[in-house]
């Protein structure tokens, strides 16, 4: 097996290294070792305002990201290792997840590290998770990839990760919310040594992939895809949105419809009257047809509630 420990933080620049060496790696099975600067990663199919609080990770620097994979919402920081693996795709496995996550069971075992497997992709000790494992099959290659929360900051992943979104509604997947906890607080190892850990158990005899400068800038050719806003927010399923307002004193919900992360209409249970089709009108010259953002909702709502007090 090949395997190459990847040197770049950028969680755009790893997301298309594993396309790349997807689509060049030929015959070869690869293994690649990552870490992000801090980023929140949604799923392919998620609907990124459900699963992260956007605004505030905006606000932070966090930086947001949406994989090809499927599965659920992560967050990454360079004590969150994680762990490609790409090779042929073989229609008759049995478990393709067992198939991988059964080596990365073994290996904490070796370590001394109590993780089990819990329901189709996760790694737990006792009840707390500790990996995440999605996959995807592009031609007859799959790519699996995990997270091993090593010593992630466990407080900034429970503040960009949504907790309630009972406001949306959708079809996405949605996260299924589970405690967590750091391998670290199992071992007395940094995460370097961990790194150099894994590299050793599954890659020992292998051959390094070097990728020439000439690769590095294919490789970052690709990253465009998964920076753009198209991808990150847009891609989102379409999704309404509920949000509660005050005029003249009466409490009032607003519903916004939103495709393509693109406000295409509102609904709103206000009562009726002249000065409401007039408030409904300006509101719908505000929304319809921009970016939506709960920030941009709010703050258009706010200027108006002061206008129409």
Same mark, same amino acid.
């Given at each position: 097996?090949?395997?190459?420990?990847?040197?770049?933080?950028?969680?755009?620049?790893?997301?298309?290294?594993?396309?790349?060496?997807?689509?060049?790696?030929?015959?070869? +099975?690869?293994?690649?070792?990552?870490?992000?600067? +801090?980023?929140?990663?949604?799923?392919?199919?998620?609907?990124?305002?459900?699963?992260?609080?956007?605004?505030?990770?905006?606000? +932070?620097?966090?930086?947001?990201? =949406? =994989?090809?994979?499927?599965?659920?919402?992560?967050?990454?920081? =360079?004590?969150?290792? #994680?762990?490609?693996?790409?090779?042929?795709?073989?229609?008759?496995?049995?478990?393709?997840?067992?198939?991988?996550?059964?080596?990365?069971?073994?290996?904490?075992?070796? /370590?001394?590290?109590?993780?089990?497997?819990?329901?189709?992709?996760?790694?737990?000790?006792?009840?707390?998770?500790?990996?995440?494992?999605?996959?995807?099959?592009?031609?007859?290659?799959?790519?699996?990839?995990?997270? /091993?929360?090593?010593?992630? +900051?466990?407080?900034?992943?429970?503040?960009?990760?949504?907790?309630?979104?009972?406001?949306?509604?959708?079809?996405?997947?949605?996260?299924?919310?589970?405690?967590?906890?750091?391998? =670290?607080?199992? /071992?007395?190892?940094?995460?370097?040594?961990?790194?150099?850990?894994?590299?050793?158990?599954?890659?020992?005899?292998?051959?390094?992939?070097?990728?020439?400068?000439?690769?590095?800038?294919?490789?970052?050719?690709?990253?465009?895809?998964?920076?753009?806003?198209?991808?990150?927010?847009?891609?989102?399923?379409?999704?309404?949105?509920?949000?509660?307002?005050?005029?003249?004193?009466?409490?009032?919900?607003?519903?916004?419809?939103?495709?393509?992360?693109?406000?295409?209409?509102?609904?709103?249970?206000?009562?009726?009257?002249?000065?409401?089709?007039?408030?409904?009108?300006?509101?719908?010259?505000?929304?319809?047809?921009?970016?939506?953002?709960?920030?941009?909702?709010?703050?258009?709502?706010?200027? #108006?509630?002061?206008?129409?007090?």
């Amino acid at each position: 097996m090949k395997w190459l420990i990847s040197d770049n933080q950028n969680v755009f620049y790893n997301l298309a290294l594993e396309e790349y060496l997807c689509q060049n790696a030929a015959d070869d +099975d690869c293994f690649i070792i990552w870490t992000n600067e +801090d980023s929140v990663v949604v799923g392919r199919n998620q609907n990124i305002f459900e699963e992260v609080n956007v605004d505030e990770a905006m606000a +932070d620097g966090i930086v947001l990201a =949406r =994989r090809n994979s499927g599965g659920g919402a992560v967050f990454h920081d =360079r004590g969150n290792i #994680n762990f490609s693996v790409i090779r042929d795709f073989y229609m008759d496995a049995a478990d393709q997840y067992d198939e991988f996550l059964s080596p990365v069971i073994e290996m904490l075992h070796s /370590l001394g590290v109590p993780a089990s497997k819990r329901n189709k992709s996760d790694i737990v000790i006792m009840d707390d998770k500790i990996s995440g494992n999605a996959q995807i099959i592009k031609g007859k290659k799959i790519i699996h990839h995990g997270t /091993l929360l090593f010593d992630a +900051d466990l407080e900034k992943l429970r503040k960009y990760l949504k907790s309630d979104s009972s406001s949306y509604s959708s079809k996405a997947t949605k996260s299924v919310k589970r405690s967590v906890v750091n391998i =670290r607080k199992y /071992l007395a190892i940094t995460a370097e040594e961990f790194k150099k850990y894994i590299a050793d158990y599954f890659c020992r005899g292998g051959e390094e992939i070097v990728l020439s400068e000439e690769e590095k800038r294919l490789t970052e050719s690709q990253t465009g895809k998964f920076s753009s806003w198209d991808w990150v927010i847009g891609r989102s399923p379409k999704f309404s949105a509920r949000e509660r307002c005050f005029f003249g004193g009466k409490m009032f919900e607003i519903e916004f419809f939103v495709e393509k992360g693109i406000i295409r209409k509102i609904e709103t249970d206000f009562a009726g009257s002249p000065l409401d089709v007039i408030r409904e009108e300006v509101l719908e010259k505000e929304y319809v047809g921009h970016r939506y953002s709960e920030k941009y909702v709010r703050e258009i709502l706010e200027n #108006n509630t002061k206008m129409f007090i």
